[in-house]
């Protein structure tokens, strides 16, 4: 269903400006035409800024892009064929943190849902990416610590025509065991850090947004780490 009771336009997107230095500097980035490597502090709000931004690019009138892709790899379980029930219900758990953020950036619990019924957003991971071309979407890979090189080298060459490419994750927050698959994002930001229009910001504790405690923590826990 997308009459007007279900569409979501740009003027009901929030107006999002940047706090710190460095989400200035993913702003700046983005309005140069960049793909974007967003790295660093938890609670610094680098998926909520790439939502964002993709979201007032593609629904804005004059927009080159269809939709925003959302990529990312279904940790622990990461062959999801093997779960039961559908597609749907094996994604629905990792729906959760952008359903949450476009419930916020349009201040309506239905806005996952009505975007995705305009076709406007989408999600998809890794286990469901091969053999597919990906064109006029703004593609954000999200928490890109937990993909391997292979997943990530898988997701890159699925770009077509008309794409922005956003990545967004911390590497020291990796979720695998195996030290060869937590050096895998390192291996690939190494690669895209030498290619022409990719903008690599890092994240500190001092870009923090989420909140006064999980600042305190995360910059506690550097110095403690810096000092052995």
């Known amino acids: 269903m997308t009459n007007k009771s279900m569409k979501l336009r740009l003027e009901h997107l929030k107006v999002i400006e940047p706090i710190t230095k460095n989400q200035r500097k993913v702003f700046d980035a983005y309005e140069n035409d ?12 680098k998926t909520f800024l790439a939502l964002a931004l993709a979201l007032e690019d593609i629904l ?20 999801m064929g093997f779960l039961p ?20 950036l349009f201040d309506d619990s239905d806005a996952w849902k009505k975007l995705s019924a305009q076709g406007a957003v989408e999600f998809l991971t890794t286990s469901f990416i091969r053999g597919i071309t990906l064109s006029d979407a703004i593609v954000i ?12 080298d ?6 077509g ?6 990545m967004c994750g911390d590497y020291y927050q990796s979720d695998f065991s195996r030290e060869g698959d ?27 947004v989420r909140s006064d405690f999980v600042r305190e923590y995360i910059m506690t826990k550097e110095h403690l780490e810096s000092n052995g």
């Open 182 to 208: 937590k050096q895998g994002i390192m291996k690939f930001l190494n690669i895209v850090d030498h290619m022409k229009y990719f903008t690599h910001v890092q994240f500190s504790w001092e870009d923090i």
């Open 60 to 79: 804005d009138k004059e927009n080159t892009y269809d939709r925003v892709i959302i990529v990312r790899s279904a940790v622990p379980t990461r062959d």
């Open 141 to 152: 890979i999200d928490e890109m610590q937990n993909l391997t090189f292979h997943e990530l």
């Open 161 to 166: 025509r008309n794409c922005k490419f956003i």
């Open 85 to 104: 029930g559908s597609r749907e219900e094996k994604e629905a758990a990792y729906l959760l943190p952008y359903q949450g953020a476009m419930a916020e």
């Open 34 to 45: 960049d793909n974007i490597v967003m790295s660093g502090a938890a609670g610094s709000g």
């Open 154 to 159: 898988s997701v890159i060459t699925r770009i």
